[in-house]
């Protein structure tokens, strides 16, 4: 039933692929004059020889792909992806712990950017600039990335997308899968390089501008800072990434159109003015309740207020201020904001903008009709009917949602963290959010919890970026009956 | 090229089946969502869910810069409608399937030419002709025409009796030595493949051939194969194919048309005049048996309902009728009812994406034809000066194992290929193709 053949090679290319991006770090390395870079070599030479000993043997059989076979390539990517990501780490010995490594290294693929680190600063250039490009790796999708540059995929590059993409239906940008791909990781590489300049012209170096740009439309929130954006003290640099998280955040279909000039199409796509909707409607209560709270002036807190929710509501996790210091009521609003998400097709994580738009819709025509038992009353989103199939897997994705977030609160508070740091770590892993409340909050991290709960929370981020189902169908009992 | 196919009916998602590869860009538009998920899942395409006569929806479509248009909805309206707007919008070439004999008159040409329809197809017509075709040739289940006559190429089905069963291409060569046929290809078990000289011929293949006309003879001696007149012939059904076919055999054959609706038979009665139209079931055997099945040459079946046409081609075989044709819409059933005996298989929709694919296709491809019994594709092409193909003999240009050059057209000249064959510019060559290079021999022509 599944194509081993098939998935041992394709996971080989994805290897091969990993390796040759650990290569990048060793000119960082080397322009830093560290020494380091002999480990990245020697990291990205494992890497690729593994991924050669998968691909050479089969590299003649013919590829088949069927729908279990690609749920598995993806989740098996994922997961290979991030075991031979920690080699930079543990080579190096910049995070000597496997269990430590790991969790990193997948909150950085899966674009969490939870922490373990308690000396980022500490570390060499070339580490923390790798620590950078897995969250923009994983951001696009490696699967994206393997699409460009396998052209033999053509066929079952279609199932891989949907499985891999966050978005309840994806789109496609040009008849072809490949070419497809290769306009969103173009645009994607545009706006990192317009990012990257914009910051480098503040008073950030040229490479705290790549490493963070790199982060930011990842929607990952690595800093190469210990205390984040919150250590340059620059209104300019706050703006310029509040702007490019919010771009990374929107569906990068409109950054298409937006390329063609077609900007009608992006103000006519509801879920877009939803997403700015809930920006300005968060942002002028936290703005409000900081103005009145915090004894600053008016810009800070608007400033402050923008930046924190943009980032919590793109799931980049960046922060400027330590909101666990706010008053409660706006700490609830971050945590609300939690649950929320970047739009359908950004790489942002979390429930997705879309979704959350069709449970609101769906909950308030629900009362409709139960004034109207016989009135045919749809769900409507840009002005058409969504279909009943796709209204109930956006029910049954916030269903499982809730249920796992429920279920794991329950393991991380009996693994003895307290209740705070319980929920707010569950909503930052499986959110892909980064910061949490509690003792996971912006000013900590997650170096303090427990190792299984590190193990825990791994599974989360890859459930979270992988929007559930692709993760969860493996562990059904339907998928492995013949 | 930039493709855009209107409907996703069986003709269309067969196309875009056919044509999803790298070097075309294909969207599909269809008004219904769950057929273009379907499509959209399995085929690497673009889906536009709408109406092939939305203006807005063709522009999405990027029409204006479509290379064709095909329209194969199952509205003749919708399908002139789309051609003519998609030509107004920008598309280089339309296509249209229609179901009206009116429209292809010669005098009717102009009228569609200047509204934007360059080409019309009408499926049911060609089915007709195709079936004329192969009553003549009685040996083989399907004749495909090359160079105006000069090369056919014959697919045979070898049975117990024949002679070359369970012998090598090998050991058939010297004793074939010199003759004006060659086995291209073999279809076993539904999968199709290039022998190579060791391939032992087996019971039950399907064997593709091809030959001069004057290696015909020898060919059916080899294969068991007998020719045989057809005089008396049983169409089932007065669908649009079997009136035509009727209509084109009646004066030269007996013919008798079984029709189940009393209206129809009337009416067909009236338009031919040359034909028995009886009015009762087909799916009652008594009735066929009583109306002499057993002894007719030759038994159509193109009722609308595939079971039906199978089954009862099933019967006229074992009452002993030689020549047996269903038609069969169902792509899966195919393989089967050839598997258990029913001797050819129509199918609208091959015929049609035969003759649409042919304008997919570059310059030098003069003729294509999809086969019914596999995937594989047979095509004419002629061979430009400086081809890498002239640069050697056919076995030292590294041609690729799943295609073959079966047979070359020079001038006035037609010759099988083999191994020492030296293909020179401005030749025709017959080329079988296996689906997997299709597209990649075209440029050993060019």
Redesign the interface.
Known sequence: MLNRRTIIQILGVILITEGFFMWLAVPVALIFGESDYLNFLLAGAITISAGLGAYLPLRKSALKLNRRDGYVIVTGAWVLFSLFGTLPFLITRSIPNFTDAFFETISGFTTTGASILNNIEDLSHGVLFWRSLIQWLGGMGIILLTLLLLPFLGIGGMQLFSAEVPSPTPDKLHPHIKDTAKRLWLIYLLFTLSETMLLWAGDMGLYDAICHSLTTMATGGYSTKQASIAHWNSPYIHYVITVFMFLAGTNFTLAYFGMHGQFRKIWNNEEFRWYIGFIGGFTLLVTIGLFFTGGGGLEPAFRNALFQVVSILTTTGYTTADYMLWAPWLMVLIFILMFFGGSSGSTGGGPKIMRIVVMLKNSTQELKRMIHPNALIPVRLNKMAVEESVVTSVLAFMAFYGLIAGISMAVMAALGNDLDTSIGAVAATLGNIGPGIGKVGPALNFSEIHMAGKWFLSFLMLVGRLELFTVLVLLSPTFWRR | M?IVIAGAGEVGSHLAKML???E????VIDND?DRLKTI????????IEGNANSITQLKEAKISKADLLISVTSSEDVNVNSAILSKRLGAKKTIARIDNQEYLLPANKEIFENLGVDYMIYPEKIAAREIVGLLSETGSTEVVEFGGGKLHMYVIRLDQDAPIINKSLRELAPENNGLEYRAVAITRHAKTIVPTGDDRFQNGDLVYVISSKSGLKQLYKYSGKKQFEVRDIMILGGSRIGRKTADALGNQHYVKLIEKDRQHSYALSNMLSNTLVIHGDGTDMRLLREEGLEKMDAFIAVTGNAETNILSCLLAKHLGVKRTIAEVENMDYIPLAEHIGVDTIINKKLITASRIFRFTMAEEVTSIKCLTGTEAEVMEFIVKPGAPATSGTLAEIEFPREAIVGGVIRGKNAFIAHGETHIKPYDRVVVFALPGVIHTIGKFFN
């Open positions: 930039h999803s590869n790298e075309h860009d294909l969207v969502g959209g899942s399995t085929l690497d395409v673009m889906t």
